[in-house]
C-alpha cells in the first residue's frame, strides 16, 4: 500500500473532509490489502461527512468477505450511516446470504434492526432462514420481540417454525415467547406497498374519472409506420391541443358576403385535403398544384404544422427521429407530386 494510499485511508477513518476532497479523483474506489475502501471506514467509523462524500462513488464496492459499507456500518451500530446507505445497498448480501439486518441482529443493534427491518425482514440466507431464525441462534429475546413487531411478511406459520427452532436450538424461554403469541400473529398478510415508504407516489382513486384521448391521439394512433410507431405512447398536452384547436378555428373566417340573406360561411378556396399514409402507398390529393416548386412548398409547409404541434411533448431522441423523417418524408413526396404534375402537364 503506497503512501498515498495509507494517508487516503486515514483520513477517510478520522474524518478529515478538507483531505478527502482534495485527492477524491485520484484515490476514490481504491482499496487497501483487505480491500477496505474509504467508504467502509468512514462508515464503520461514524464519520457522516466522509460518507456523504463517498457515497456516489463507492456504494457498490465490498471488501474481500463480500461486507459493504452498509455492514459496516451496522456491526458498528451506526445508525445515521446506515440511513444514508441503506437505499443503495439493501440489496447487497454475502456469499452465505448473509444479509446486513442478519449481522445486526447477531451483534444485538436493537436499533439498527429496527430500522432495517421493514426493508429486508423477507430475506432468507442459503440455509433458507431469515433474520428471526439468527436471533433465535444467538439467543436474543429483546430482538425477536422487535423483529415479530416491525416485520411487515411474518405471519403465523413463521413463528410456529420458529418456536420449534427455538426448542430445537434449547432456547427454552424464546421457545415460551413464541407459542405464546400463535395466535396473535395473522395467518396472512397483504402484499406490501410502497406508497407509505413513498408517499410521492399516488395512486388514482378508484371513483377516478378515466381520462379520453383526444382527436389528434385517436388520429395518430391509427396512423401506420415510423410516425404512428413512435407517437403510439405519446401524451399530447392539453396546451398544445387547444393551440392546434385555436389556429384551425382562425383559418375558417364567417362572413356575410353581400346579397345573401341566409347565415354564410365563407371558407378558405383551394384547400387541399391530404392523405398520409407512411408506408409504400403514395400520398394522395384531391387537387393539382399549378407548379412543382408551389406543391413542394406546400407540402414542406404543411408537414412542419404536423411535426410542430407534437415538438414539444416528445423527447430529444424522437426528436431527432422526427426531423429525419419529416425531411426524408417531405422530399419523397414533393418528388412523387412534382412527376405526376410534370406528367399531366405534358399530356
Same mark, same amino acid.
Request: positive net charge; hydrophobic residues 40%.
Given at each position: 500500500?503506497?503512501?498515498?494510499?495509507?494517508?487516503?485511508?486515514?483520513?477517510?477513518?478520522?474524518?478529515?473532509?478538507?483531505?478527502?476532497?482534495?485527492?477524491?479523483?485520484?484515490?476514490? *474506489?481504491?482499496?487497501?490489502?483487505? +480491500?477496505?475502501?474509504?467508504?467502509?471506514?468512514?462508515?464503520?467509523?461514524?464519520?457522516?461527512?466522509?460518507?456523504?462524500?463517498?457515497?456516489?462513488?463507492?456504494?457498490?464496492?465490498?471488501?474481500?468477505?463480500?461486507?459493504?459499507?452498509?455492514?459496516? *456500518?451496522?456491526?458498528?451500530?451506526?445508525?445515521?450511516?446506515?440511513?444514508?446507505?441503506?437505499?443503495?445497498?439493501?440489496?447487497?448480501?454475502?456469499?452465505?446470504?448473509?444479509?446486513?439486518?442478519?449481522?445486526?441482529?447477531?451483534?444485538?443493534?436493537?436499533?439498527?434492526?429496527?430500522?432495517?427491518?421493514?426493508?429486508?425482514?423477507?430475506?432468507?440466507?442459503?440455509?433458507?432462514?431469515?433474520?428471526?431464525?439468527?436471533?433465535?441462534?444467538?439467543?436474543?429475546?429483546?430482538? #425477536?420481540?422487535?423483529?415479530?413487531?416491525?416485520?411487515?411478511?411474518?405471519?403465523?406459520?413463521?413463528?410456529?417454525? *420458529?418456536?420449534?427452532?427455538?426448542?430445537?436450538?434449547?432456547?427454552?424461554?424464546?421457545?415460551?415467547?413464541?407459542?405464546?403469541?400463535?395466535?396473535?400473529?395473522?395467518?396472512?398478510?397483504?402484499?406490501?406497498?410502497?406508497?407509505?415508504?413513498?408517499?410521492?407516489?399516488?395512486?388514482?382513486?378508484? +371513483?377516478?374519472?378515466?381520462?379520453?384521448?383526444?382527436?389528434?391521439?385517436?388520429?395518430?394512433?391509427?396512423?401506420?409506420?415510423?410516425?404512428?410507431?413512435?407517437?403510439?405512447?405519446?401524451?399530447?398536452?392539453?396546451?398544445?391541443?387547444?393551440?392546434?384547436?385555436?389556429?384551425?378555428?382562425?383559418?375558417? #373566417?364567417?362572413?356575410?358576403?353581400?346579397?345573401?340573406?341566409?347565415?354564410?360561411?365563407?371558407?378558405?378556396?383551394?384547400?387541399?385535403?391530404?392523405?398520409?399514409?407512411?408506408?409504400?402507398?403514395?400520398?394522395?390529393?384531391?387537387?393539382?398544384?399549378?407548379?412543382?416548386?408551389? *406543391?413542394?412548398?406546400?407540402?414542406?409547409?404543411?408537414?412542419?404544422?404536423?411535426?410542430?404541434?407534437?415538438?414539444?411533448?416528445?423527447?430529444?431522441?424522437?426528436?431527432?427521429?422526427?426531423? #429525419?423523417?419529416?425531411?426524408?418524408?417531405?422530399?419523397?413526396?414533393?418528388?412523387?407530386?412534382?412527376?405526376?404534375?410534370?406528367?399531366?402537364?405534358?399530356?
Amino acid at each position: 500500500m503506497t503512501d498515498d494510499l495509507e494517508a487516503w485511508l486515514t483520513a477517510c477513518q478520522l474524518g478529515d473532509l478538507q483531505f478527502v476532497r482534495d485527492n477524491i479523483a485520484k484515490c476514490k *474506489a481504491k482499496v487497501n490489502s483487505l +480491500s477496505e475502501s474509504g467508504l467502509m471506514l468512514a462508515a464503520y467509523f461514524n464519520q457522516l461527512d466522509i460518507v456523504k462524500a463517498l457515497l456516489y462513488f463507492e456504494y457498490t464496492l465490498g471488501n474481500s468477505d463480500g461486507y459493504t459499507a452498509l455492514m459496516y *456500518a451496522a456491526c458498528a451500530n451506526n445508525l445515521k450511516v446506515c440511513e444514508l446507505l441503506i437505499e443503495r445497498e439493501c440489496c447487497y448480501v454475502l456469499r452465505d446470504g448473509t444479509t446486513a439486518l442478519m449481522l445486526a441482529v447477531q451483534c444485538g443493534h436493537l436499533q439498527i434492526v429496527e430500522f432495517l427491518c421493514p426493508y429486508m425482514d423477507f430475506m432468507k440466507d442459503n440455509n433458507n432462514e431469515t433474520a428471526l431464525f439468527h436471533a433465535i441462534r444467538a439467543g436474543r429475546l429483546v430482538v #425477536v420481540k422487535k423483529l415479530i413487531e416491525k416485520s411487515q411478511s411474518v405471519v403465523a406459520d413463521d413463528v410456529r417454525a *420458529a418456536a420449534a427452532y427455538a426448542q430445537k436450538q434449547n432456547q427454552q424461554t424464546i421457545h415460551l415467547f413464541l407459542k405464546g403469541i400463535e395466535n396473535a400473529v395473522p395467518e396472512t398478510r397483504p402484499v406490501p406497498s410502497i406508497t407509505p415508504r413513498h408517499p410521492k407516489i399516488m395512486r388514482p382513486a378508484a +371513483s377516478a374519472p378515466v381520462v379520453k384521448r383526444t382527436k389528434i391521439e385517436e388520429y395518430f394512433a391509427k396512423k401506420a409506420g415510423v410516425l404512428g410507431q413512435l407517437t403510439q405512447g405519446l401524451q399530447v398536452p392539453q396546451s398544445i391541443v387547444k393551440r392546434a384547436a385555436s389556429k384551425s378555428a382562425t383559418r375558417t #373566417v364567417s362572413k356575410k358576403p353581400e346579397g345573401c340573406t341566409t347565415n354564410c360561411t365563407e371558407e378558405v378556396q383551394h384547400a387541399p385535403q391530404v392523405s398520409l399514409e407512411h408506408n409504400s402507398k403514395d400520398i394522395t390529393t384531391n387537387t393539382s398544384p399549378s407548379s412543382s416548386g408551389e *406543391a413542394q412548398g406546400w407540402l414542406q409547409r404543411s408537414w412542419g404544422a404536423t411535426v410542430s404541434m407534437f415538438y414539444r411533448g416528445l423527447s430529444k431522441t424522437r426528436r431527432a427521429l422526427l426531423r #429525419v423523417f419529416s425531411r426524408r418524408a417531405a422530399e419523397t413526396a414533393a418528388t412523387a407530386i412534382s412527376s405526376s404534375v410534370s406528367n399531366t402537364l405534358s399530356v
